[in-house]
Each structure stands twice: as structure tokens, then as C-alpha cells.
């Protein structure tokens, strides 16, 4: 039975997705900050932690795809929440297998590459089409909504991958992404195939989201404007509410019923660019890793004016003096009962640790496992909804135990 006859035999809907324009990119690239942001709130600011959030934010993006399935056009507002509680979802389940799991990104990556192809492939096998002008039955609604939790998944990943893991950082994470987007954006302009060119830009923008979002809520220490997840997740959310409002009313991104499909092909472009990017990515992973092994055997300078580690006690990730600088720090202004200041202090924390990942994780996981473990617990206290010093201050003693 070929997919003409299986679509004659379904119920023909409106197109249930939007039109894509500016206003679509910029709503994706919202609802992306607010997916890594809002997992970052409710995992450490109101304590829920990574099993907790996963199970509550699941609940939710059940009770929107259903409200998604049953509308029988495109409706904005129902979309775009789906749209976000995928982005929040789709970041928690890398976040489950790489800290609850212990998965390494690398295989994160690659697992969410090679779902969201089989997807791609079951999907066109099926329909003969991936383009999103064509969302007009349920079981092309369904392909559309796997790939599009597994594009968040794999961009997840892959950011990680690229600023923790690579130590690049998010900043320059995000600057290579967005060159990466201008490319295909360009190479679309000039001839690329639509369909191919919208799902690799689609991928790309989940990165580039979160470093958007991490450089708002980073500390101007640690070269961020120092918004804080919080603020970051109102605006990005205040954001989110006024475009799709626009759109509610002006209906620009409707798609007319009679909008023509993209023509068929794209097949060998698709190959093409797939290649240059397993060819390109396998050669900057391969020379980033050499460079930090390089690294991670070459001792590590103390800051100056920190103190050295203590005789006999020195960590297996070598000199942690900075970290514990800051963890000092923290505890002193808790102990001057300056929780706001503690708070804001351990950001650093936070940023330099995680900037640090790619040099000293190689050196011991193990270890490098123990401390990331106690430093999540300090983060959860220290940014709970109610923070109490009797819970805040053994965890920063635990950590400065850790820290050797």
C-alpha cells in the first residue's frame, strides 16, 4: 500500500505546525533557553532534582501532545508549549544518563544521532516526504514530534559535549554553532534543499539556545551579564508569551492549505552534508582531546596568593586551590550570615568547575565524579527555595573535605 493510498485513507488535517519564518527561529531559539534554564531552575532552585523534574515536566508534555493531537489545525499557543515542554524534557534526558547514568556524552551523542536517523528514515519510508508543510495526518504528526524530542536530546548532548567535555565553554560553543547556522542558511539561500537545511539549523539552535542562556545567567566574573536562571527563564518565558500572542492574532505563520510541497530530492545534498560534518566533527574531537590529554598531565600552576594544598592531602585531580578558594569564601559569608552574597559566590563555583571539566576529568573520573557529586549538593542548597545554613553549611564542609 503506498503512502497516497494510506493518506487518502486517513483523515486529512489542516497543517498543524507554523509557517517557517523569522518569527518561528526566534520562538525555537526562546523556547530552547528556557528548556535549559527552566531544567536548571527546578533541579537546584526548588530542589526537585533530575528524577523529580524529569517525572513532573513528562506529566506535562503528555497532557500538551494530547491537547496537540486533538486540535485540528495549528493553534500557536498549544504548539509552542509543546514545543518548550519538549526542549525541557529532551534536556533531561541527557542530563539523566549523563548524571544520574554516568553515559559519556560521546555515546549520548552518537545514540541520539543515530535515533533521530532511524526516525528520519521510518518516517520518509512511510510518507515519502520530511518536509513540515506536509503535518496533515496523525501519523506524520507523530514521526514530526519524535524527531523533534530527539533533535532537542542530540543538541543537548552535543552542546555539552562541545563546552564541558571539549572545554570550549558555552560561549564559544555558541559561536561556533552560529556559524554553522549562517552556512547552511546561506547554502539554502543558494540551492540547499529546504528539508535538509531546516532539520540540521533545527538540531544547531538547541546549542545555541543554551549558550545564550548561560551567558545571561553567568556571573560578570566569569564573563556572563549575571541574570541568574531565574531572571533568564522570565524574560526568555515573557518573551515566548508576546511573540506567540503576535502570532495568535496576526496569524502570519498559518500555512495555507494550498502551500505546494518542497519538489522531491535533497537526498545526495543531505549525504553530502552529513559527511562534511562526521569528517569535520571526528577531526576537531580527535585533536581537542589529544590537546587536553596534553594538557591534563602538565601541572596546573596555583592562582596567585592561593594557598598550597596541604602536605599528604592533595587531590588526584592535582591543585584544586581555586575551587577551594571559593568554597571558602562561600562559608565565610554564610558564617557572616550574607546569604545572598554566598549565593551569588557560588556561581563562580559552578562556572569555573564546569569550565575545568575537560582538563581535569581525565585525570581521575572517579574522583573527578566524587567532587561533581558534592558540588551539585552545594548548588541545591545554597539556591533551594528556602535555604537553611544548618543544611548549606555541612554540604561546604563536605566539599572542602573533597577538595583535599
Not at 499557543?77 to 534536556?91: K, P
Not at 514530534?145 to 536530546?153: D, H, P
Not at 545567567?217 to 564573563?223: R, V
Amino acid at each position: 500500500m503506498t503512502s497516497h493510498r494510506t493518506l487518502a485513507q486517513e483523515t486529512r488535517l489542516l497543517n498543524k505546525v507554523p509557517e517557517v519564518t523569522l518569527y518561528f527561529w526566534i520562538v525555537k531559539v526562546l523556547c530552547t533557553t528556557v528548556g535549559e534554564s527552566a531544567a536548571d531552575f527546578l533541579n537546584v532552585n526548588l530542589n526537585f532534582g533530575l528524577t523529580g523534574v524529569s517525572v513532573l515536566t513528562g506529566a506535562l508534555l503528555v497532557v500538551a501532545l494530547v491537547l496537540q493531537f486533538r486540535a485540528k489545525r495549528y493553534v500557536p499557543a498549544t504548539y509552542w508549549l509543546t514545543v518548550a515542554l519538549v526542549s525541557v524534557f529532551g534536556t533531561l534526558v541527557t542530563d539523566n544518563l549523563t548524571d544520574s547514568l554516568g553515559v559519556p556524552l560521546e555515546t549520548s551523542t552518537l545514540v541520539f544521532a543515530v535515533l533521530l536517523a532511524i526516525t528520519f528514515v521510518a518516517w520518509y519510508s512511510s510518507e515519502a516526504t520530511l518536509s513540515i508543510h506536509s503535518i496533515v495526518t496523525r501519523r506524520r504528526e507523530a514521526f514530526y514530534w519524535l524527531a523533534v524530542l530527539f533533535t532537542f536530546a542530540l543538541g543537548t548532548a552535543t552542546g555539552d559535549l562541545m563546552a564541558e567535555v571539549l572545554g570550549l565553554g558555552y560561549l564559544v560553543t555558541g559561536g561556533i554553532v552560529a556559524g554553522l547556522i549562517a552556512v547552511l542558511a546561506l547554502a539554502w539561500r543558494f540551492g540547499m534543499h529546504p528539508v535538509p537545511a531546516f532539520w540540521f539549523i533545527y538540531i544547531l539552535t538547541r546549542p545555541l539556545g543554551a549558550s545564550i542562556g548561560d551567558y545571561l545567567a553567568q556571573s560578570p566574573g566569569q564573563g556572563g551579564l549575571g541574570l541568574g536562571t531565574t531572571v533568564t527563564s522570565l524574560i526568555f518565558v515573557a518573551g515566548i508569551l508576546a511573540v506567540v500572542t503576535y502570532l495568535s492574532v496576526t496569524k502570519t505563520d498559518v500555512i495555507p492549505a494550498d502551500s505546494p510541497e518542497p519538489g522531491r530530492g535533497g537526498l545526495w545534498q543531505t549525504a553530502v552534508v552529513l559527511v562534511l560534518v562526521l569528517v569535520a566533527a571526528g577531526t576537531g574531537y580527535s585533536l581537542r582531546k589529544s590537546a587536553l590529554q596534553s594538557d591534563s598531565a602538565t601541572p596546573v600552576a596555583a592562582p596567585p596568593g592561593a594557598a598550597p594544598a596541604a602536605a599528604g592531602k592533595v587531590s588526584p585531580l592535582g591543585d584544586l586551590s581555586e575551587f577551594r578558594t571559593i568554597t571558602q569564601d562561600t562559608l565565610g559569608k554564610l558564617n557572616a550570615g550574607d546569604q545572598s552574597g554566598a549565593t551569588s559566590r557560588v556561581d563562580d563555583l559552578e562556572t569555573g568547575w564546569d569550565n575545568a571539566e575537560a582538563r581535569l576529568k581525565p585525570k581521575d573520573e572517579a574522583a573527578w565524579s566524587t567532587v561533581d557529586g558534592k558540588i551539585d549538593t552545594v548548588l541545591r542548597r545554597l539556591r533551594a527555595t528556602s535555604p537553611d545554613p544548618k543544611q548549606e553549611k555541612p554540604a561546604l564542609t563536605d566539599l572542602l573535605t573533597a577538595l583535599g
